[in-house]
């Protein structure tokens, strides 16, 4: 393998099919330097979420709150109402704790070495690399699934994810050097997404078909090599659908915690076994006609969930009350709830 002459294909490659993201500076702008503050959000939100799904938030986003001291500056709960839909919300709050660092202890300014970035709160080795290489020019390996995938195939690694994480990283440390790492950077991601595809890889697309091994072998399509996943568990819950006249009883979750900080419809707590009848009834968060109106299954990364749908009208304190037109902000799975349990209201 020629490591020069692969990244010469490659970045020859991306310098003519390079993807036009929003956030993105592109090959034919070469001299003007990607905003940090861009480049940073759009790897916060990518994480774990596909493009097409990311963009119109990361559209919303910068034109609600076009630098990060604007985003420092947003209260807790107007910043997590725009991330629903998004998922994993923790990220929410590691957007929000690391935008206050920067707008508090750097003027605003993010630090441009990947050791400043890593002082960040919330903010990753991968997502320092990124931001250090996108940004700022510096020369530091950027390796997400897409690269993971890559390497796995060009070198033909026989060893299985996620064991073969430090592998991978140090594969592709191999192949970093001081000339255009922003552009390396991206030009693998974007070799990953739109060629060296999970399933069906477009090996006549490639431009550095000729050097991977994983083509050699007749079946790149089975790298990266893989462990069986344990199966999720399963988990059971009830939700609560109280209404008054046009209006919807919703909860703040705690700051901590699964969809810490979102709102929420009222719920009991989630267990391994399913809640009978008078269970959810005594759980329920005020005393009334309650009755069942179907169920929903949700997943999440770590486990699946049952929610029974318990409905009601009636009053309460200490909830807010929203119109059911604006329960669009709600996480999906409450979101799903609420459209289930009101379907023959709505």
């Known amino acids: 393998m020629n490591p020069n002459a692969l990244r010469a294909h490659l970045l020859a490659w991306y310098d003519a099919n390079a993807r036009a993201l929003p956030w993105r500076v592109g090959p034919a702008d070469r001299g ?18 596909t493009v097409p799904h990311a963009t119109p938030y990361f559209l919303k986003f910068t034109t609600r709150w076009p630098t990060v001291t604007d985003l420092a500056n947003e209260a807790d709960g107007e910043v997590m109402a725009a991330w629903a839909g998004l998922g994993y919300y923790a990220r929410a709050r590691n957007l929000l704790a690391c935008a206050r660092a920067v707008a508090r202890d750097h003027g605003g300014v993010f630090p441009d070495t990947e050791a400043g970035l890593r002082g ?113 568990p399963h988990r059971f819950g009830v939700a609560y659908i109280l209404t008054r006249d046009d209006l919807v009883a919703l909860v703040r979750r705690p700051p ?70 604006d329960l669009d902000g709600l996480p999906s799975v409450f979101l799903k709830a609420a459209l289930a349990g009101l379907s023959n209201l709505l």
Request: charged share 20%; aromatic share 6%.
């Open 32 to 49: 003007v330097r990607a905003d940090p503050y861009r480049v940073w959000l759009s790897e916060v939100m990518l994480q774990q979420t």
């Open 120 to 232: 960040l709160p919330g903010l990753g080795p991968y997502t320092a690399a990124a931001v250090g290489a996108i940004a700022f020019d510096q020369a530091t390996n950027v390796v997400d699934g897409n690269v993971e995938r890559v390497m796995a195939r060009l070198f033909a690694v026989e060893a299985p994810l996620p064991e073969a994480k430090p592998e991978l990283k140090a594969l592709a440390a191999g192949l970093v050097r001081e000339d255009r790492p922003g552009d390396w950077a991206q030009a693998l991601m974007d070799l990953g997404a739109t060629v060296c595809r999970p399933r069906s890889p477009l090996c006549d697309r490639c431009p550095i078909a000729t050097q991977c091994l994983g083509l050699a072998t007749g079946a790149p399509e089975t790298y990266p090599r893989r462990t069986a996943k344990a199966e999720r």
């Open 256 to 325: 901590k915690g699964l969809l810490g900080g979102m709102l929420a419809l009222p719920t009991s707590d989630w267990r391994g076994t399913r809640w009978s009848d008078a269970e959810a009834l005594s759980a329920a968060p005020v005393p009334a006609a309650w009755r069942g109106v179907g169920e929903v299954e949700h997943g999440f990364t770590h486990f699946t969930l049952t929610l029974q749908l318990l409905r009601a009208e009636g009053h309460a304190a200490d909830v807010i009350w929203s119109p059911r037109r």
